[in-house]
């Protein structure tokens, strides 16, 4: 019975959504509901009979209401939609990324994602760059270079003294000794910053500001897909907390 009583909510989910929205939302009104999403009466009847036994709402005469079962089945359904919603709007970023990613909902739930396009495949990039710029200190992590991102976060870091504590890969840290030496070593001399290398080779970068946080995502070929930004108190903890992991582990060292 509990198989069958889940396949009935699944079902309903599936075929009902539209409704579903509405009357979790407070509209219990069948003409409202007939005007509102264009579905014919017998189809709304059927639908709050349907609702009536899986037990999310009760009856008197042509009165209906939520029951405890339905305030809770409807706070699980606009919570699970709202994050199906957020997954499908990101999956073209978040499908580069390998199924062992640390990427959660912490990061996604409240994010927009500004998407590279073919004619300025760098421009999401811009975001990193204005993440940072009104920031009064900044963390981040980085396995790429990009001519423009050295000369901004130099200009940000080095010039403007803006206090920062910066992972880089392995790699980064050779391109940039070899083909930026002045630059990176007024770096990691600075007083206000502290440099680290790690072995550890993510997909993606990460930016954290005063109260916002960048991801970065490219794919296997080093191109970007976009860029990630969320301000939400639980994207920040996210972030926060991987950095933090990222900096203590023991294939990072400071430089």
Request: overall charge negative; glycine content about 6%; hydrophobic content about 40%.
């Amino acid at each position: 019975m509990g198989d069958e009583a889940v396949a009935d909510v699944l079902d309903i989910y599936n075929r009902r959504t539209d409704l579903l929205c509405l009357v979790c939302a407070g509209t219990l009104d069948k003409r409202e509901l007939e005007r509102q999403i264009a579905c014919s009466r017998p189809t709304i009847d059927r639908s709050f009979r349907e609702l009536e036994d899986l037990g999310v709402l009760a009856s008197s005469g042509t009165t209906h209401e939520l029951t405890a079962f339905g305030e809770l089945f409807c706070q699980e359904f606009t919570r699970t939609r709202a994050a199906l919603t957020t997954l499908t709007d990101m999956r073209d970023v978040l499908s580069v990324l390998p199924r062992d990613s640390p990427i959660d909902m912490r990061l996604l739930k409240g994010a927009t994602a500004h998407r590279a396009a073919e004619h300025a495949p760098q421009e999401p990039f811009l975001d990193v760059v204005d993440a940072a710029a009104d920031a009064t200190e900044i963390r981040g992590y980085s396995s790429t270079v990009l001519p423009s991102y050295v000369d901004a976060f130099y200009s940000l870091v080095v010039e403007e003294a803006m206090p920062a504590t910066l992972v880089f890969t392995a790699d980064v840290v050779e391109t940039l000794e070899r083909n930026y030496p002045d630059r990176f070593a007024d770096l990691t001399e600075a007083d206000h910053t502290t440099v680290y290398e790690t072995t550890a080779t993510e997909m993606y970068g990460l930016l954290v500001g005063d109260d916002v946080v960048a991801v970065p995502v490219g794919d296997d070929g080093g191109s970007l897909r976009g860029v990630v930004v969320n301000d939400t108190p639980a994207a920040l903890t996210w972030a926060e907390a991987w950095f933090e992991e990222l900096v203590s582990a023991n294939d990072t060292s400071p430089i």
